[in-house]
C-alpha cells in the first residue's frame, strides 16, 4: 500500500479535531434537549481530557510494545493493566475479563451496555494506522470493539474506523458513509439510521427538523449513550454543514452524548481536510497538548499531538507495508469473511459465544460456550472445543483437561471423570471440533470464576498451557407471586427476609445480572433473595435497577424505595449524578456496608405495565468514606460472590 499525500498532515488534523470536538461537547454531555452552541461554552484554556482520546492513548501504548500484529489478549492485558475506567460498559467488559472471559464474549455477556458509545468513540487510531484500507481498519476496530461491547455499539466503530481510513484518500461525505456502511451488516441499526438521515438530507428536510425525526425513531428511552442515535447525529453533522463550524455544532446541538459526536465529527474532518484546514479559533484556546486524567496510569504517550501523530504514523508504515500479512491475521483471529480472499455477501459478525484461548503459527485452541459461560450447582453445561493445524504437515495433537474438585468432564460422549485425555491427529490445515459436557455437583463450591486446567501438546515439542474459564450462576431464593396488598407481602417485608417467613419458595439459578424474568403479572409481586458472604466488612454501591416499583433490603434494612414506574433504567453506579434528562436522579443505586459473614439481599420486584427490566449487581467502594468517594474508588467486587447457597455455621 502506497503511503497517501499528506498523511501525516492527516492524522494530525484527526486528533486536533478529535481535541477540539470532544471539548466542544464535554460539558453538555448528556443533555437530550436539542443545544445552539456556535462555540465553545465556556470557553477553554486546555483541552478536556476524556476517554474518547485517552483509551486510544491505551491502544497506542499497546501497538507500541506489541507491534501491528495485535490479538485480543493484548488488549485484556491493557484494559486490565493500563486503564482505571470502571463505568458502564467498561465496568462489565473488565468484569468479564477479570473472570477469565476472552473477547469477544467479554463484550457480550452480561452486559447491559452493549449498544453503547464507549467503542465507536475508539476508531480513528484503526483508521489512521491502516489508512486507504477500511477493510484492515473495521478489523482492528472489531477486536477493539468486541472487548466490551456486541451488535451495534461493535458495528458503530467498524463503520467509523472504515470512514476514518477512507478519509486520508476520499473527501466526499457521502462516498466516505458508503465505505463505512459496506463494512457492517446491511440491516443492523447504525446502518438504518445512517440511511435514515441520507434520505431525509436528499429530500432537503432542515437539520433540526431531522434531529427531532431521529429521536422519534432511534433514540433510547433512557440512555443517551446509545449507539445508534449518536450515529445518526454525527452523520447529519457531516452531510448538514456547510463549513467546519457549521459540522461540528450540528452534531453536538443534536444533543445526546455530545462529547462523543463532537469529536467523532471533529476528526472526520480533520482526516479528510487535514490539519492545515482546522480554523485558529478553534484550535487557540486549547492547543495542541495532550491532557490525560489519573485513569490511565502506567502507559507512554507524547506530550503533544503531533508526538502523538508521529507515532501512529510510524505504525501506520508498518500496516501499509506488511498489509497482505496483517490481514490475514486478522482474518485468523477476527473471522471476519470480508478480509478472506474473494469473500462477497453481506457483512456479520462472527459468533460471540467463540474465544481464542491460544494461536499462533502452528496450532489454534478455541473455546465455543454456544450459549453463555455460566454454570450451577447440578447442572451440566456444553461447551465446544476447536483444534486448528496451521503448519504444513499432519500433526498430533494431545489435549488435556482437569476439572475443580466435585466436577466431572465428558469429552464426546465418554464417561464422566474429572480429568480427562484426548488425541487427534490434523491433516495439514484442519480443524477438529469436540463437544465437552461439564458437570459440577450438587454439593461443588462455585466461585465467581472457576477454571478448567488444559494442557495441550504435539509430538513437534509444542505444549502450551491454559484454561476454560466457567462462571458461577447466582443463587436466589425467589417467592411465587403475591397480591400487592396481601398480608403476606407486607410480613416479608417486616422481617427483610424470605427465608422461615414465605411459602412456596423456589431456588433460581441465574446465569446475568438480568432479573428480568422474575417480573410478576400487574398487580402482584416476588420477592427475591440472595446472600454474600464476605470475610471483612466492607462498603459497597448496590445498583438495582427496574421500570417498575423496586424496593432493596440489606439485612432487613430498606436501602432502596422507589414506588413508581420508569421508562427505562441505567444500570450502572456512576451516571446519577450526570445532567440527562431521561430519568430522575438518585434512583437504583444505594450506598451500604457488608458486615463480616453472610449478608442477605432482598428486593420486592413489582409487576409492571411499564416496559419490564430489572437488573441487579454490587460495586466496590474502596473508600472508608463512601460519601467522599472518587471514580478510582469504585472498583470490581472480587472474591465476593452469591454463587453459593447460604449455609449457616
Known amino acids: 500500500m502506497k503511503e497517501p499525500v499528506g498523511y501525516r498532515d492527516k492524522v494530525l488534523g484527526g486528533w486536533l479535531g478529535k481535541n477540539i470536538g470532544g471539548t466542544l461537547g464535554g460539558p453538555w454531555e448528556g443533555h437530550t434537549t436539542p443545544l445552539f452552541l456556535h462555540y465553545y461554552d465556556p470557553v477553554p484554556t486546555e483541552p478536556l481530557p476524556n476517554d474518547d482520546f485517552e483509551l486510544q492513548l491505551v491502544w497506542l501504548d499497546m501497538l507500541n510494545h506489541k507491534g501491528v500484529f495485535i490479538t485480543p489478549h493484548d488488549f485484556v492485558f491493557h484494559w486490565r493493566n493500563r486503564t482505571l475506567y470502571l463505568i458502564a460498559e467498561y465496568f462489565m467488559g473488565q468484569r468479564n475479563m477479570a473472570l477469565g472471559i476472552l473477547p469477544p464474549l467479554s463484550g457480550a455477556y452480561n452486559n447491559w451496555w452493549i449498544n453503547g458509545m464507549g467503542a465507536t468513540i475508539r476508531a480513528e487510531i484503526w483508521g489512521m494506522i491502516a489508512p486507504g484500507m477500511p477493510d484492515i481498519a473495521a478489523a482492528y476496530a472489531y477486536l477493539d470493539a468486541s472487548t466490551d461491547h456486541d451488535q451495534d455499539g461493535v458495528y458503530g466503530e467498524m463503520f467509523f474506523a472504515a470512514m476514518e481510513s477512507a478519509a486520508f484518500v476520499e473527501t466526499d461525505p457521502r462516498k466516505l458513509i458508503q465505505t463505512g456502511l459496506r463494512c457492517i451488516a446491511p440491516h443492523c441499526k447504525v446502518a438504518e439510521a445512517v440511511h435514515f438521515v441520507v434520505r431525509e438530507c436528499d429530500k432537503g428536510t432542515p437539520w433540526r427538523r431531522i434531529r427531532h425525526l431521529i429521536c422519534a425513531e432511534f433514540a433510547h428511552p433512557c440512555d443517551f449513550t446509545y449507539v445508534p442515535v449518536n450515529v445518526a447525529f454525527i452523520v447529519l453533522g457531516l452531510l448538514s454543514g456547510a463549513d467546519y463550524d457549521h459540522v461540528l455544532c450540528n ?302 433490603y440489606l439485612n432487613g434494612k430498606v436501602i432502596i424505595d422507589k414506588g413508581h414506574d420508569s421508562p427505562g433504567i441505567l444500570p450502572t453506579w456512576h451516571l446519577q449524578g450526570l445532567k440527562t434528562h431521561l430519568l430522575p436522579k438518585d434512583l437504583g443505586f444505594a450506598n451500604a456496608r457488608l458486615q463480616k459473614g453472610w449478608n442477605t439481599v432482598m428486593l420486592r420486584i413489582s409487576g409492571s405495565a411499564a416496559v419490564e427490566d430489572v437488573n441487579f449487581h454490587l460495586v466496590k467502594i474502596a473508600n472508608d468514606k463512601p460519601e467522599a468517594a472518587q471514580w478510582t474508588d469504585y472498583q470490581l467486587l472480587t472474591g465476593v460472590s452469591n454463587t453459593n447457597w447460604r449455609q449457616e455455621t
Open 251 to 552: 452534531a453536538v446541538n443534536c444533543g445526546y452524548d455530545t462529547d462523543c459526536t463532537g469529536a467523532t465529527v471533529g476528526a472526520l474532518l480533520g482526516i479528510a481536510q487535514g490539519a492545515v484546514s482546522v480554523p485558529e479559533r478553534w484550535l487557540k484556546p486549547i492547543g495542541t497538548r495532550v491532557a490525560v486524567s489519573n485513569y490511565v496510569p502506567g502507559i507512554e504517550y507524547g506530550e503533544t499531538l503531533e508526538e502523538v501523530t508521529d507515532q501512529v504514523c510510524a505504525l501506520g508504515r508498518q500496516v501499509m507495508a506488511q498489509a497482505d500479512a496483517v490481514r490475514r491475521h486478522l482474518a485468523e483471529w477476527t473471522e471476519l469473511e470480508f478480509l478472506r480472499p474473494g469473500a462477497g455477501g453481506d457483512v456479520k459478525l462472527p459468533g460471540s459465544t467463540q474465544v481464542c484461548r491460544y494461536g499462533d503459527d502452528r496450532f489454534g485452541f478455541w473455546v465455543d460456550y454456544l450459549d453463555h459461560p455460566a454454570v450451577g450447582h447440578g447442572e451440566v453445561k456444553r461447551i465446544a472445543l476447536t483444534l486448528v493445524n496451521h503448519t504444513e504437515a499432519d500433526t498430533e495433537i494431545e489435549i488435556r483437561v482437569a476439572a475443580p474438585a466435585a466436577w466431572t468432564l465428558s469429552l464426546d460422549g465418554a464417561s464422566f471423570s474429572r480429568e480427562l485425555v484426548h488425541r487427534v491427529v490434523l491433516s495439514k490445515g484442519a480443524r477438529e471440533r469436540s463437544k465437552l459436557l461439564i458437570k459440577a455437583a450438587s454439593n461443588a463450591r462455585l466461585n465467581p470464576s472457576n477454571r478448567l486446567d488444559v494442557s495441550l501438546s504435539s509430538e513437534a515439542d509444542w505444549h502450551v498451557d491454559t484454561d476454560i474459564a466457567l462462571v458461577g450462576k447466582s443463587c436466589w431464593l425467589v417467592s411465587a407471586p403475591i397480591s400487592a396488598d396481601d398480608a403476606a407481602a407486607g410480613s416479608i417485608e417486616a422481617v427483610g427476609r424470605l427465608t422461615g417467613v414465605a411459602d412456596g419458595v423456589e431456588p433460581r439459578q441465574l446465569e446475568t445480572d438480568s432479573l428480568t424474568g422474575l417480573v410478576p403479572g400487574p398487580g402482584t409481586v416476588v420477592f427475591a433473595e440472595t446472600d454474600f458472604y464476605v470475610d471483612q466488612p466492607m462498603n459497597v454501591r448496590v445498583v438495582a435497577n427496574s421500570t417498575g416499583p423496586l424496593h432493596a
